[in-house]
T-cell receptor
Framework: KAGVTQTPRYLIKTRGQQVTLSCSPI?????VSWYQQTPGQGLQFLFE???????NKGNFPGRFSGRQFSNSRSEMNVSTLELGDSALYLC???????????FGSGTRLTVV | QQPVQSPQAVILREGEDAVINCSSS?????VHWYRQKHGEAPVFLMI?????EQKGHDKISASFNEKKQQSSLYLTASQLSYSGTYFC????????????FGKGTLLTVNP
């Protein structure tokens, strides 16, 4: 079966711009989480959605937002990009967290 | 608080064993273990739940000491394919839906 699909794979943006990243979970998975991965901070939780509702949010500024659609696809948006937002953004989906999360390959965002 | 993983890096020869530790200052509900190879997505290995049993498959197993809020990942008779960065992700509540990851342990298995 198809895995977690993230688009685009790579993005280069300029400071001050905004960006939208997309995640299509595994069919049947209703939970979608987003993580930011950087060499210095590692994997940091952004937010988690289930059935279009945000159930938890990490310690990121309000510039980071997300949403989930009725088909479980999710998007995250970062407004007013800063150089420090350069990172690998990973999406993970789950049918039930006791079975673990399946990660997508990520979107590599570079802010210049 | 981010869990602390040790060691930060370990180099093995094929066939040797390794233990990776994950320690938290908070009471834990569950501990997840993932492996990430360079340029790839993290891959789920196993989950240990509070009150649950030690888990394992093939030559990779893990334990969870609830009193000490520690988990250990055991890799026995390591294979070249075990190389990668291992992350523990901890959850402090059953309704948390948020994993807090350690900084990772880089495992290199050489022939």
């Amino acid at each position: 079966k198809a895995g977690v699909t993230q688009t685009p794979r790579y993005l280069i943006k300029t400071r001050g711009q905004q960006v939208t990243l997309s995640c299509s979970p595994i069919s049947g998975h209703r939970s979608v989480s987003w993580y930011q991965q950087t060499p210095g901070q590692g994997l940091q939780f952004l937010f988690e959605y289930f059935s279009e509702t945000q159930r938890n949010k990490g310690n990121f500024p309000g510039r980071f937002s997300g949403r989930q659609f009725s088909n479980s696809r999710s998007e995250m948006n970062v407004s007013t990009l800063e150089l420090g937002d350069s990172a690998l953004y990973l999406c993970a989906s789950s049918w039930d967290k006791s079975y673990g999360y399946t990660f997508g390959s990520g979107t590599r965002l570079t802010v210049v | 608080q981010q869990p602390v993983q040790s060691p930060q890096a370990v180099i093995l020869r094929e066939g040797e064993d390794a233990v990776i530790n994950c320690s938290s200052s908070k009471a834990l509900y569950s501990v997840h273990w993932y492996r990430q190879k360079h340029g790839e997505a993290p891959v789920f290995l196993m989950i240990l739940l509070k009150g649950g049993e030690q888990k394992g498959h093939d030559k990779i197993s893990a334990s969870f000491n609830e009193k000490k809020q520690q988990s250990s990942l055991y890799l026995t008779a390591s294979q070249l394919s075990y190389s990668g960065t291992y992350f523990c992700g901890t959850e402090s509540g059953g309704s948390n839906y948020k994993l807090t990851f350690g900084k990772g342990t880089l495992l290199t298995v050489n022939p």
